[in-house]
């Protein structure tokens, strides 16, 4: 049976020019990198041409990168970092409801601990509102964080522009490119944020190592205590593998991202009409143009999620149904809560993410599984019959 990855969003294959380049360090050079001795200093010397990868693909300085374990765990530092760091200016925290459940949580739990938040709210495609942002800022306020392209939607947010009013304001602005980068583009100069985080495991570089930018000047508390590595404010032995992997997983996308992104935007696009063309009461979430081109995002009509995600399965084709990393108590996740997608269209979320790996046939393929099993369960569905004698 052809089997047919369609969930690049949840995590993307290693490119084997990544794997290549990490091969030395998996099998020969083991040293630790804070040591002085030559098996360290090859090791350090690794990390450091990582370092500038990276920094070189986010336009950034090599001081302001910092490698964390996942993009997780970037985002909490920005969040918990940025927020006890500025606690004698004030205790007000900005954020979108569309967050990833690692920014979301962070926020939540600061809220526990004496912080107060401020929930933008978004409009039916998921975006922001700039102006909102500009009036919610206070004397108090600490931190602004809105993500720049939704991983489940994939909207993107007018993050140029928030930043520009947190930078006007004098306040800290992070922003989770996790979903955006290698799709759109991702340059801290023109984007004026002051944090940022990426994921190597989404941009087809290993699980386990993620990356924090933290713009010159801009004050965070250390996250991880019990080193001097990553200048102190990131202790525990450097991942080295893992961040050789995303060094050169950057290298190649600061020249190859605009193909990537133009070719996976065709098949994306393909897919996305052909599914609106054959099949009737489906529902397509996300902004129509203002979207990671990777992404299109359905609510499907009178089936249910988790029966769609398991019967594509079933024929070979992976895909998300959207719930597994952020759904609520009625298990709706906080994206489709936060833009209103109507009761009949709730519970059949299901997320096509393209990655580099993807080609033609894996959406004729698609198209067709994806058109049979939807009729199947509708076949079986008794409110959709009703809903055709009617
Ligand atoms: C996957 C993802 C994360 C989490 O990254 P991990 O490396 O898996 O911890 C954070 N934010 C967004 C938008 C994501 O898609």
Known sequence: MRRVYLDNNSTTSIDPRVAEAMMPYVKDLYGNPSNLHSFGRECAEGLAQAREQV???????????????????????????????????????????????????SVRYLETQGFKVTWLKVDEYGRVDPEE?????????????????????????????????????????????????????VDVQSLGVDLLTISGHKLHAPKGIGALYVRQGTVIHPFVHGGHQERGLRAGTENVIGAVGLGRACELLKSEWREDAARVKKLRDRLEKGILDRIPEVRLNGHPELRA???SHFSVGYVEG????????????????????????????????AIRVPPLFRNSPVRFSFGTGNADEDVDYTLGVFEKVVARLRDISPIWKTRKNN
């Open 55 to 105: 920094a070189g693909f986010l336009n950034a300085d090599v001081e302001e990168l910092f490698f964390t374990g996942s993009g997780t765990e970037s985002d909490n530092w920005a969040v918990k970092g940025t927020a006890y760091a500025h606690k004698d200016k004030g205790n007000h925290i900005i954020c979108s409801p569309v967050e990833h459940g690692a920014v979301l949580e």
């Open 133 to 185: 942002l500009r009036m919610a800022i206070t004397d108090k306020t600490v931190l602004v964080t809105v993500m720049l392209a939704n991983n489940e939607i994939g909207t993107i947010e007018p993050v140029e522009e928030i930043a520009a009013i947190c930078r006007e304001r004098g306040v800290c602005s992070h922003t989770d490119a996790v979903a955006a980068a290698g799709k759109l583009e």
């Open 293 to 295: 081109p990777n992404v």
């Open 306 to 337: 988790e029966a769609l995600l398991l019967n594509l399965d079933l024929e070979g084709v992976a895909v998300a149904s959207g719930s597994a990393c952020s759904a609520g108590e009625d298990g709706v996740s906080a994206t489709l809560e």
